[in-house]
């Protein structure tokens, strides 16, 4: 029998699977508290409040779904847990969750959370599942009130679904976190994507006007590194590798894009948790 959840204790918030992705960031909260998400939804716990989350495969035996449709994801994969410190993540499962940078934390193993947005991902033998964990920290200083300033526009910029589509492909490396990402070659898009989507006719020409295009709206908006003349030869990834560092820093691009990779996706939602 699977081990059942105690009641939820006061100031728990359950996340909608609508929710954006915790990338974009968290509303005011008290510092430490933790927010989880993947693409089932998720849940917001206070450091404070005397319990753990549980995620898994096992809805709703677990706190947080993930893997749902993947048996190698343990029913019960992983808790998070307060230490009257710090927040934890302990793997209970089989398959090791991957870390950015690569660091793999194996069966038994436990690690401390940052107080910051952290993806961990799965690793299964069919696929990586992503959950995203955000441990809000201090709130900054209040800054002085400006009624009177202009308006700041918005820092993501806007992409065409097919547009979205390549440069995830494009930059999966970058979205999955692993240590020392590479733009992947036109021809590797090309071959994911004719797979993923076959009635598109995608060919590397096409991949590499769409993504050629992005960079020359970029550019004419003030981005920089995006053209052969300020780079110089030999140019490489570097105006690929440029693109997409300021598509991951504005959070035009987060983790829970590679859902489009797929085939699961629908239309990304561009909110934040409320």
């Given at each position: 029998m699977p081990e059942a959840l105690p009641p939820t204790p006061e100031?728990?918030?359950?996340?909608?699977?609508?929710?954006?992705?915790?990338?974009r960031g968290v509303p005011p909260v008290r510092a430490g508290t933790l927010f989880v998400l993947s693409r089932h939804g998720g849940i917001s716990v206070p450091a404070t409040a005397p319990m753990e989350v549980v995620f898994g495969r096992r809805e709703p035996d677990v706190h947080v779904c993930v893997g749902h449709d993947d048996r190698?994801?343990?029913?019960?994969?992983g808790v998070i847990r307060h230490d009257g410190a710090h927040w934890t993540v302990r793997n209970e499962g089989q398959a090791p969750i991957r870390f950015p940078g690569s660091q793999l934390l194996l069966g038994?193993?436990?690690?401390?959370?940052?107080?910051?947005?952290?993806?961990?991902?799965?690793?299964?033998?069919?696929?990586?599942?992503?959950?995203?964990?955000?441990?809000?920290?201090t709130p900054a200083t209040?800054?002085?009130?400006?009624?009177?300033?202009?308006?700041t526009s918005p820092v993501t910029w806007v992409l065409s679904e097919p547009?979205?589509?390549?440069?995830?492909?494009?930059?999966?490396?970058?979205?999955?976190?692993?240590?020392?990402?590479?733009?992947?070659?036109?021809?590797?898009?090309?071959?994911?994507?004719?797979?993923?989507?076959?009635?598109?006719?995608?060919t590397d020409k096409r991949v590499s006007?769409?993504?050629a295009e992005v960079r020359?709206?970029?550019?004419?908006?003030?981005?920089?590194?995006?053209?052969?003349?300020?780079?110089?030869?030999?140019?490489g990834n570097a105006?690929?590798?440029n693109l997409l560092a300021e598509l991951l820093i504005s959070t035009t691009l987060v983790p829970t894009d590679l859902a489009v990779l797929d085939g699961s996706a629908a239309e990304n939602p561009r909110s934040t948790p409320e």
């Open positions: 100031g728990v918030r359950l996340l909608a699977a609508e929710t954006g992705s915790l990338a190698h994801v343990s029913r019960r994969h038994g193993q436990e690690e401390l959370l940052p107080a910051a947005y952290t993806p961990l991902f799965i690793v299964t033998p069919e696929r990586e599942h992503l959950l995203e964990v955000r441990v809000a920290g209040p800054a002085r009130p400006q009624h009177d300033a202009s308006t547009e979205r589509l390549v440069l995830v492909a494009l930059g999966q490396r970058y979205l999955r976190h692993e240590a020392h990402p590479q733009p992947a070659s036109w021809s590797a898009v090309t071959e994911e994507l004719g797979a993923l989507r076959p009635g598109e006719h995608w006007h769409l993504v020359r709206r970029l550019r004419e908006q003030g981005v920089a590194g995006l053209t052969r003349d300020e780079v110089g030869e030999p140019v105006l690929n590798h």
